[in-house]
């Protein structure tokens, strides 16, 4: 069964000042590892796909990288408007089709 | 842009309804899935589609069913809704794949069972 954990679980962070969210998966066969960003009463919104280690997706002040036991979201002088949980997931070949594995998300707040 | 639309952000129900929730996507994606989000429990599948007529049980079926008789629609329905199905439910759809294809997802509906 696959599994994805996100740690940690709240993240305040000030304005400029740099961190990382991370996510752990344990999967048979990996086929993609997935970020999402989620607004407070909104649906999840895609960020990246990841698919063998060592990999790296940048987007603005994001970057996500991913090795063979899990991903980092590196977020880099981070703005007020980057608050929101941000989910991770996987796909594998041990589930069918598009089947996504959610992790239970890390909330980020970012202070001004 | 990939564009999923839930046919409404807020419901309220009560309790033995037969609650229908609809969702559309215009970017002619073969697969389409509903979950509920739940605090602490976060997603959780209940239903997906690989194609018309097709239909497959996700983690969390019980006391729901769907119905897709065409490419771009997918319902989910709440047989006699329950209290316990109060929850934001979300749509989302994505391409045909090995399991590579992200999925995209509408702005979720808050169902609210009284």
């Known amino acids: 069964e696959d599994q994805v954990t996100q740690s940690p679980e709240a993240l305040r962070l000030q304005e400029g000042e740099s961190s990382s969210l991370n996510c752990s998966y344990t999967?048979?066969?990996?086929?993609?590892l997935f970020w999402y960003r989620q607004d407070p009463g909104k649906g999840p919104e895609f960020l990246f796909t990841l698919y063998s280690a060592g990999e790296e997706k940048e987007k603005e002040r994001l970057k996500a990288t991913l090795t063979k036991k899990e991903s980092f979201l590196h977020i880099t002088a981070p703005k007020p408007e980057d608050s929101a949980t941000y989910l991770c997931?996987?796909?594998?070949?041990?589930?069918?089709?598009?089947?996504?594995?959610f992790g239970e998300g890390t909330q980020l707040t970012v202070n001004p | 842009d990939v564009k999923v639309t839930q046919s409404s952000r807020y419901l309220v129900k009560r309790t033995g309804e037969k609650v229908f929730l609809e969702c559309v996507q215009d970017?002619?994606?073969?697969?389409m899935f509903w979950y509920r989000q739940d605090p602490g429990l976060g997603l959780r599948l209940i239903y997906f589609?690989?194609?018309?007529?097709?239909?497959e049980k996700g983690d969390i079926p019980e006391g729901y069913s769907v119905s897709r008789e065409k490419k771009e629609r997918f319902s989910l329905i709440l047989e006699s809704a329950s209290t316990n199905q109060t929850s934001m439910y979300l749509c989302?759809?994505?391409?045909?794949?090995?399991?590579?294809?992200?999925?995209?997802f509408g702005d979720g509906t808050r169902l609210s069972i009284l």
């Open positions: 997931a996987v796909t594998s070949e041990e589930t069918s089709g598009s089947r996504l594995t």
């Open positions: 999967v048979s066969g990996l086929r993609g």
């Open positions: 970017m002619d994606h073969e697969n």
């Open positions: 589609s690989y194609d018309v007529k097709m239909k």
């Open positions: 989302a759809s994505s391409l045909m794949g090995t399991g590579n294809q992200p999925q995209h």
